[in-house]
Protein backbone atom coordinates (compact mmCIF):
# COMPACT_ATOMS: atom_id res chain seq x y z
CA UNK A 1 0.00 0.00 0.00
CA UNK A 2 1.22 3.74 -0.41
CA UNK A 3 1.59 5.72 2.15
CA UNK A 4 -0.96 8.01 2.54
CA UNK A 5 -2.07 11.20 5.01
CA UNK A 6 -5.03 10.20 7.29
CA UNK A 7 -7.37 13.13 8.10
CA UNK A 8 -10.72 13.04 10.39
CA UNK A 9 -12.86 15.47 10.02
CA UNK A 10 -15.63 16.31 12.66
CA UNK A 11 -17.85 18.30 10.09
CA UNK A 12 -19.12 17.63 5.76
CA UNK A 13 -17.60 21.02 5.62
CA UNK A 14 -14.55 20.31 6.76
CA UNK A 15 -13.94 16.96 5.30
CA UNK A 16 -15.55 18.19 1.64
CA UNK A 17 -12.41 20.96 1.93
CA UNK A 18 -9.92 18.22 2.66
CA UNK A 19 -11.16 16.31 -0.76
CA UNK A 20 -11.12 19.90 -2.66
CA UNK A 21 -7.34 21.03 -0.97
CA UNK A 22 -5.79 17.63 -1.27
CA UNK A 23 -2.84 18.00 -4.29
CA UNK A 24 -4.30 17.12 -7.91
CA UNK A 25 -3.03 14.27 -8.85
CA UNK A 26 -1.45 12.98 -12.36
CA UNK A 27 -4.22 9.99 -11.99
CA UNK A 28 -7.92 10.10 -11.06
CA UNK A 29 -6.80 7.41 -9.28
CA UNK A 30 -4.23 8.86 -6.94
CA UNK A 31 -6.98 11.65 -5.84
CA UNK A 32 -8.03 12.06 -2.14
CA UNK A 33 -10.82 9.94 -0.69
CA UNK A 34 -13.34 9.39 1.61
CA UNK A 35 -13.25 6.60 3.51
CA UNK A 36 -16.45 4.96 5.70
CA UNK A 37 -16.40 1.39 6.65
CA UNK A 38 -13.25 0.57 4.50
CA UNK A 39 -14.58 -2.07 3.37
CA UNK A 40 -14.02 -1.81 -0.19
CA UNK A 41 -11.44 1.36 -0.15
CA UNK A 42 -8.93 -0.57 2.05
CA UNK A 43 -9.30 -3.15 -0.40
CA UNK A 44 -8.53 -1.79 -3.62
CA UNK A 45 -5.68 0.60 -2.03
CA UNK A 46 -3.90 -2.80 -0.72
CA UNK A 47 -4.02 -3.50 -4.56
CA UNK A 48 -2.31 -0.29 -5.72
CA UNK A 49 -5.95 0.34 -7.62
CA UNK A 50 -6.48 3.42 -6.19
CA UNK A 51 -3.65 5.54 -4.17
CA UNK A 52 -5.05 8.47 -2.36
CA UNK A 53 -2.51 10.91 -1.07
CA UNK A 54 -4.96 11.55 1.44
CA UNK A 55 -7.72 9.76 3.09
CA UNK A 56 -10.25 11.86 4.31
CA UNK A 57 -12.46 9.72 7.56
CA UNK A 58 -16.02 10.21 7.69
CA UNK A 59 -16.54 8.26 10.30
CA UNK A 60 -16.31 11.44 12.65
CA UNK A 61 -19.14 13.61 11.42
CA UNK A 62 -21.99 13.66 13.64
CA UNK A 63 -25.26 12.67 12.44
CA UNK A 64 -25.03 11.02 9.51
CA UNK A 65 -25.90 7.60 10.89
CA UNK A 66 -29.16 8.04 11.32
CA UNK A 67 -32.44 6.74 9.28
CA UNK A 68 -35.57 8.48 10.15
CA UNK A 69 -39.19 8.59 8.92
CA UNK A 70 -41.57 5.80 8.05
CA UNK A 71 -43.76 4.46 5.39
CA UNK A 72 -46.11 7.91 5.47
CA UNK A 73 -43.00 10.50 5.13
CA UNK A 74 -40.59 8.42 3.07
CA UNK A 75 -37.29 7.80 4.86
CA UNK A 76 -34.01 9.52 5.37
CA UNK A 77 -30.97 7.08 5.79
CA UNK A 78 -27.96 8.61 6.56
CA UNK A 79 -24.56 7.78 4.71
CA UNK A 80 -22.99 6.65 7.72
CA UNK A 81 -25.96 3.52 8.46
CA UNK A 82 -24.90 0.42 8.03
CA UNK A 83 -26.13 -2.28 5.76
CA UNK A 84 -26.84 -3.94 9.30
CA UNK A 85 -28.73 -1.13 10.85
CA UNK A 86 -30.66 -0.92 8.01
CA UNK A 87 -31.36 -4.93 7.62
CA UNK A 88 -32.88 -4.82 11.60
CA UNK A 89 -34.89 -1.25 11.27
CA UNK A 90 -38.54 -2.44 12.37
CA UNK A 91 -39.99 0.48 9.57
CA UNK A 92 -37.98 -0.15 6.76
CA UNK A 93 -38.40 -4.05 6.87
CA UNK A 94 -42.47 -2.95 7.22
CA UNK A 95 -42.52 -0.21 4.55
CA UNK A 96 -39.69 -0.66 2.48
CA UNK A 97 -39.02 -4.64 2.63
CA UNK A 98 -36.83 -4.52 -0.44
CA UNK A 99 -34.48 -2.46 1.04
CA UNK A 100 -34.06 -4.40 4.10
CA UNK A 101 -33.52 -7.43 2.04
CA UNK A 102 -30.94 -6.34 -0.23
CA UNK A 103 -28.90 -4.92 3.02
CA UNK A 104 -29.45 -8.49 4.45
CA UNK A 105 -28.30 -9.98 1.08
CA UNK A 106 -24.39 -8.27 1.13
CA UNK A 107 -21.51 -10.59 2.00
CA UNK A 108 -21.19 -11.52 5.80
CA UNK A 109 -22.76 -10.13 9.11
CA UNK A 110 -19.08 -8.65 9.81
CA UNK A 111 -19.36 -6.92 6.65
CA UNK A 112 -23.02 -5.34 7.29
CA UNK A 113 -21.62 -4.28 10.83
CA UNK A 114 -18.93 -2.15 8.97
CA UNK A 115 -19.93 -1.41 5.50
CA UNK A 116 -22.63 1.77 5.27
CA UNK A 117 -24.85 3.07 2.83
CA UNK A 118 -22.60 5.58 1.16
CA UNK A 119 -19.98 3.03 1.07
CA UNK A 120 -22.05 0.20 -0.64
CA UNK A 121 -23.15 2.64 -3.34
CA UNK A 122 -19.84 4.50 -4.41
CA UNK A 123 -17.93 0.95 -4.37
CA UNK A 124 -15.79 0.00 -7.20
CA UNK A 125 -16.27 -2.61 -9.65
CA UNK A 126 -15.44 -6.35 -8.90
CA UNK A 127 -14.81 -7.39 -12.55
CA UNK A 128 -11.22 -9.45 -12.09
CA UNK A 129 -9.67 -7.69 -14.98
CA UNK A 130 -10.14 -4.44 -12.62
CA UNK A 131 -9.45 -6.12 -9.30
CA UNK A 132 -5.89 -7.66 -10.77
CA UNK A 133 -3.10 -4.89 -9.95
CA UNK A 134 -0.78 -5.95 -13.30
CA UNK A 135 -4.31 -5.64 -15.80
CA UNK A 136 -4.43 -2.17 -16.86
CA UNK A 137 -7.89 -2.31 -18.29
CA UNK A 138 -10.02 0.26 -19.36
CA UNK A 139 -11.17 1.46 -16.18
CA UNK A 140 -7.65 1.76 -15.41
CA UNK A 141 -6.36 4.22 -18.00
CA UNK A 142 -5.40 1.42 -20.59
CA UNK A 143 -6.92 0.86 -24.08
CA UNK A 144 -8.87 -2.18 -23.51
CA UNK A 145 -11.68 -3.81 -21.65
CA UNK A 146 -9.80 -7.70 -21.41
CA UNK A 147 -13.48 -8.73 -19.86
CA UNK A 148 -14.97 -8.16 -23.78
CA UNK A 149 -13.04 -11.16 -25.54
CA UNK A 150 -11.90 -12.73 -21.76
CA UNK A 151 -13.12 -14.60 -18.74
CA UNK A 152 -16.70 -12.68 -18.82
CA UNK A 153 -18.75 -14.55 -17.51
CA UNK A 154 -19.59 -12.35 -14.66
CA UNK A 155 -20.00 -9.00 -16.69
CA UNK A 156 -22.77 -7.14 -18.43
CA UNK A 157 -24.90 -8.42 -20.92
CA UNK A 158 -26.80 -5.02 -21.05
CA UNK A 159 -25.54 -1.69 -21.36
CA UNK A 160 -22.07 -2.53 -21.86
CA UNK A 161 -19.28 -1.13 -23.82
CA UNK A 162 -16.39 0.16 -24.13
CA UNK A 163 -16.29 -1.33 -21.09
CA UNK A 164 -18.80 -4.70 -19.02
CA UNK A 165 -18.26 -4.12 -15.63
CA UNK A 166 -21.33 -4.67 -13.56
CA UNK A 167 -22.31 -2.44 -10.68
CA UNK A 168 -21.87 -4.06 -7.54
CA UNK A 169 -24.47 -2.60 -4.83
CA UNK A 170 -27.24 -4.57 -3.82
CA UNK A 171 -28.59 -1.26 -2.69
CA UNK A 172 -28.53 0.20 -5.61
CA UNK A 173 -30.80 -1.23 -7.71
CA UNK A 174 -33.41 -1.16 -4.81
CA UNK A 175 -33.11 2.69 -4.24
CA UNK A 176 -33.63 2.90 -7.97
CA UNK A 177 -36.68 1.34 -7.95
CA UNK A 178 -38.00 2.73 -4.87
CA UNK A 179 -37.54 6.10 -6.46
CA UNK A 180 -34.91 7.51 -3.89
CA UNK A 181 -32.54 10.29 -4.32
CA UNK A 182 -28.95 11.22 -3.31
CA UNK A 183 -28.09 14.59 -1.37
CA UNK A 184 -24.71 15.36 -2.54
CA UNK A 185 -22.37 17.80 -0.81
CA UNK A 186 -19.35 19.18 -2.22
CA UNK A 187 -16.92 22.36 -1.69
CA UNK A 188 -19.39 24.40 -4.23
CA UNK A 189 -22.17 23.07 -2.23
CA UNK A 190 -24.98 20.76 -1.88
CA UNK A 191 -27.35 19.28 -4.65
CA UNK A 192 -30.19 16.61 -4.69
CA UNK A 193 -29.59 13.51 -7.26
CA UNK A 194 -32.53 11.13 -8.18
CA UNK A 195 -30.26 7.60 -7.86
CA UNK A 196 -31.51 7.41 -11.14
CA UNK A 197 -29.01 9.52 -12.27
CA UNK A 198 -26.61 9.02 -10.46
CA UNK A 199 -24.91 5.85 -11.68
CA UNK A 200 -22.92 6.34 -14.72
CA UNK A 201 -22.62 4.12 -18.22
CA UNK A 202 -19.14 3.33 -19.25
CA UNK A 203 -20.30 4.87 -22.62
CA UNK A 204 -21.79 8.33 -21.51
CA UNK A 205 -19.71 9.53 -18.35
CA UNK A 206 -16.22 9.21 -17.31
CA UNK A 207 -14.54 5.46 -18.06
CA UNK A 208 -12.62 5.97 -14.82
CA UNK A 209 -15.77 6.54 -12.32
CA UNK A 210 -19.42 4.76 -11.88
CA UNK A 211 -21.22 7.84 -10.86
CA UNK A 212 -21.75 11.68 -11.40
CA UNK A 213 -19.85 12.40 -7.71
CA UNK A 214 -16.43 14.95 -8.41
CA UNK A 215 -13.62 14.15 -6.39
CA UNK A 216 -14.72 16.78 -3.75
CA UNK A 217 -18.04 15.10 -3.34
CA UNK A 218 -19.62 12.99 -1.09
CA UNK A 219 -23.06 11.48 -0.33
CA UNK A 220 -24.88 12.50 3.02
CA UNK A 221 -27.90 11.23 3.08
CA UNK A 222 -30.37 8.94 1.17
CA UNK A 223 -34.13 10.22 0.38
CA UNK A 224 -36.30 7.09 -0.27
CA UNK A 225 -40.02 9.01 -0.72
CA UNK A 226 -43.35 7.75 0.05
CA UNK A 227 -44.76 5.48 -2.58
CA UNK A 228 -47.77 3.23 -3.01
CA UNK A 229 -45.87 0.75 -4.07
CA UNK A 230 -42.87 0.81 -1.47
CA UNK A 231 -45.00 -1.91 0.45
CA UNK A 232 -44.69 -4.51 -2.03
CA UNK A 233 -41.29 -5.18 -2.93
CA UNK A 234 -39.17 -7.16 -3.05
CA UNK A 235 -35.05 -7.73 -3.50
CA UNK A 236 -34.17 -11.29 -5.29
CA UNK A 237 -30.79 -12.13 -5.74
CA UNK A 238 -28.89 -14.92 -7.26
CA UNK A 239 -25.07 -16.09 -6.29
CA UNK A 240 -23.21 -18.34 -7.37
CA UNK A 241 -21.81 -19.36 -3.72
CA UNK A 242 -24.61 -19.75 -0.86
CA UNK A 243 -22.28 -18.07 1.21
CA UNK A 244 -21.10 -14.54 0.75
CA UNK A 245 -21.41 -13.62 -2.98
CA UNK A 246 -22.07 -10.72 -5.34
CA UNK A 247 -25.18 -11.36 -7.62
CA UNK A 248 -24.82 -12.59 -10.87
CA UNK A 249 -28.33 -11.18 -11.56
CA UNK A 250 -30.93 -9.72 -8.95
CA UNK A 251 -34.58 -7.95 -9.79
CA UNK A 252 -35.54 -4.98 -7.36
CA UNK A 253 -39.00 -4.91 -8.04
CA UNK A 254 -41.97 -3.34 -6.55
CA UNK A 255 -46.22 -3.37 -7.57
CA UNK A 256 -48.89 -1.25 -6.56
CA UNK A 257 -51.85 -3.34 -6.82
CA UNK A 258 -55.45 -2.36 -7.63
CA UNK A 259 -58.87 -4.39 -7.42
CA UNK A 260 -58.42 -8.03 -8.67
CA UNK A 261 -54.15 -7.78 -8.83
CA UNK A 262 -54.63 -5.62 -11.32
CA UNK A 263 -51.31 -3.16 -11.91
CA UNK A 264 -51.36 -0.02 -10.99
CA UNK A 265 -47.96 0.56 -11.60
CA UNK A 266 -44.88 -1.50 -11.27
CA UNK A 267 -41.10 -0.62 -10.58
CA UNK A 268 -38.59 -2.95 -12.17
CA UNK A 269 -34.73 -2.70 -11.78
CA UNK A 270 -32.47 -5.28 -12.67
CA UNK A 271 -28.43 -5.64 -10.54
CA UNK A 272 -25.60 -7.62 -11.75
CA UNK A 273 -26.03 -7.33 -15.61
CA UNK A 274 -25.44 -4.15 -16.45
CA UNK A 275 -22.82 -1.12 -15.33
CA UNK A 276 -25.61 0.84 -13.50
CA UNK A 277 -28.75 -0.43 -11.78
CA UNK A 278 -30.54 -1.65 -15.03
CA UNK A 279 -34.78 -0.02 -14.93
CA UNK A 280 -37.10 -1.87 -17.55
CA UNK A 281 -39.07 0.99 -18.53
CA UNK A 282 -41.04 -1.69 -21.18
CA UNK A 283 -41.83 -4.63 -19.08
CA UNK A 284 -43.31 -1.60 -16.13
CA UNK A 285 -45.60 -0.08 -18.61
CA UNK A 286 -46.30 -3.57 -19.73
CA UNK A 287 -47.65 -4.57 -16.84
CA UNK A 288 -49.65 -1.62 -16.30
CA UNK A 289 -53.28 -2.22 -16.05
CA UNK A 290 -52.96 -6.21 -15.87
CA UNK A 291 -54.15 -8.83 -13.88
CA UNK A 292 -51.28 -10.69 -12.47
CA UNK A 293 -50.72 -13.87 -14.09
CA UNK A 294 -48.12 -16.44 -14.74
CA UNK A 295 -48.84 -15.19 -18.62
CA UNK A 296 -48.38 -11.70 -17.74
CA UNK A 297 -45.24 -12.45 -15.50
CA UNK A 298 -43.33 -14.22 -18.22
CA UNK A 299 -43.81 -11.77 -20.82
CA UNK A 300 -42.88 -9.00 -18.56
CA UNK A 301 -39.64 -10.64 -17.64
CA UNK A 302 -38.84 -11.51 -21.46
CA UNK A 303 -39.20 -7.49 -21.68
CA UNK A 304 -36.83 -6.37 -18.64
CA UNK A 305 -34.37 -8.82 -21.11
CA UNK A 306 -35.04 -6.82 -24.15
CA UNK A 307 -32.39 -6.03 -25.74
CA UNK A 308 -29.77 -8.03 -23.95
CA UNK A 309 -26.26 -8.59 -25.79
CA UNK A 310 -24.41 -11.22 -24.30
CA UNK A 311 -20.80 -11.86 -24.23
CA UNK A 312 -19.20 -14.94 -24.89
CA UNK A 313 -19.83 -16.68 -21.54
CA UNK A 314 -22.37 -15.17 -20.25
CA UNK A 315 -25.87 -16.16 -22.09
CA UNK A 316 -26.80 -17.84 -19.23
CA UNK A 317 -27.47 -14.23 -17.55
CA UNK A 318 -30.71 -13.58 -19.86
CA UNK A 319 -32.80 -17.36 -18.07
CA UNK A 320 -31.41 -16.57 -14.67
CA UNK A 321 -32.49 -13.12 -14.75
CA UNK A 322 -35.87 -13.47 -16.49
CA UNK A 323 -36.75 -16.16 -13.86
CA UNK A 324 -35.78 -13.16 -11.03
CA UNK A 325 -37.90 -10.74 -12.64
CA UNK A 326 -41.02 -13.49 -12.52
CA UNK A 327 -40.28 -14.68 -9.15
CA UNK A 328 -39.77 -11.19 -7.91
CA UNK A 329 -43.02 -9.49 -9.30
CA UNK A 330 -44.80 -12.81 -8.15
CA UNK A 331 -43.62 -12.39 -4.58
CA UNK A 332 -44.35 -8.63 -4.31
CA UNK A 333 -48.02 -9.04 -5.78
CA UNK A 334 -48.74 -11.96 -3.15
CA UNK A 335 -49.21 -15.02 -6.11
CA UNK A 336 -47.39 -18.64 -5.09
CA UNK A 337 -44.65 -19.38 -7.87
C1 LIG B 1 -15.92 -10.11 0.85
C2 LIG B 1 -16.87 -9.04 0.42
C3 LIG B 1 -18.11 -9.37 -0.06
C4 LIG B 1 -18.99 -8.38 -0.45
N1 LIG B 1 -20.23 -8.73 -0.93
C5 LIG B 1 -21.09 -7.75 -1.33
C6 LIG B 1 -22.38 -8.06 -1.83
O1 LIG B 1 -22.78 -9.21 -1.91
N2 LIG B 1 -23.18 -7.03 -2.20
C7 LIG B 1 -22.80 -5.73 -2.11
O2 LIG B 1 -23.58 -4.85 -2.44
N3 LIG B 1 -21.59 -5.41 -1.65
C8 LIG B 1 -20.74 -6.38 -1.26
N4 LIG B 1 -19.52 -6.06 -0.77
C9 LIG B 1 -19.14 -4.67 -0.76
C10 LIG B 1 -19.47 -4.02 0.54
O3 LIG B 1 -20.84 -4.01 0.74
C11 LIG B 1 -19.00 -2.65 0.40
O4 LIG B 1 -17.62 -2.76 0.28
C12 LIG B 1 -19.32 -1.81 1.59
O5 LIG B 1 -20.70 -1.61 1.72
C13 LIG B 1 -18.67 -0.50 1.38
O6 LIG B 1 -19.04 0.33 2.45
P1 LIG B 1 -17.89 1.02 3.27
O7 LIG B 1 -18.57 1.96 4.18
O8 LIG B 1 -17.01 0.02 3.89
O9 LIG B 1 -17.14 1.81 2.11
P2 LIG B 1 -15.63 2.24 1.97
O10 LIG B 1 -14.79 1.06 1.69
O11 LIG B 1 -15.23 3.11 3.10
O12 LIG B 1 -15.76 3.13 0.65
C14 LIG B 1 -16.09 2.52 -0.57
C15 LIG B 1 -16.01 3.58 -1.68
O13 LIG B 1 -17.02 4.54 -1.48
C16 LIG B 1 -16.47 5.83 -1.26
N5 LIG B 1 -17.33 6.40 -0.22
C17 LIG B 1 -17.57 5.91 1.01
N6 LIG B 1 -18.50 6.65 1.63
C18 LIG B 1 -18.84 7.63 0.77
C19 LIG B 1 -19.74 8.72 0.81
N7 LIG B 1 -20.53 8.95 1.88
N8 LIG B 1 -19.83 9.56 -0.25
C20 LIG B 1 -19.05 9.34 -1.34
N9 LIG B 1 -18.17 8.33 -1.46
C21 LIG B 1 -18.09 7.48 -0.41
C22 LIG B 1 -15.02 5.59 -0.87
O14 LIG B 1 -14.19 6.66 -1.25
C23 LIG B 1 -14.71 4.34 -1.67
O15 LIG B 1 -14.41 4.68 -3.01
C24 LIG B 1 -18.62 -7.02 -0.34
C25 LIG B 1 -17.37 -6.68 0.17
C26 LIG B 1 -16.50 -7.68 0.55
C27 LIG B 1 -15.17 -7.27 1.10
Redesign the pocket.
Known sequence: MKSFEWASPSSVGEAVSLLKSAPVPKDVDDSA????????????MKDYI?R?AR?VN?KGIRG?DRIEGDGKKGLRIG??V??AQLEENAEVRRSFPALAE?AH????PQ??N???????????P?CWYYRLEEAVCLKKGGSECFAAKGENKYNAILGGGPSYIVH?????PVLVALGASAT?VGADGKRTVPLEKFFTLPSVGNIRRENV?AND????EIQVPPSAFAARSTYL?F?ERDS????LASAAVAVELGANKTVRQARIVLGGVAPIPWRAPKAESYLAGKTLSADALAEAARRALEGAEPLAKNAYKIPLTQALVRRALAKAGGMSV
Open positions: RPIAGGQDLLTTTPVLLALTLASVATIRLGTVGGNLCQRRPSDLAVLEIITKKLDFA
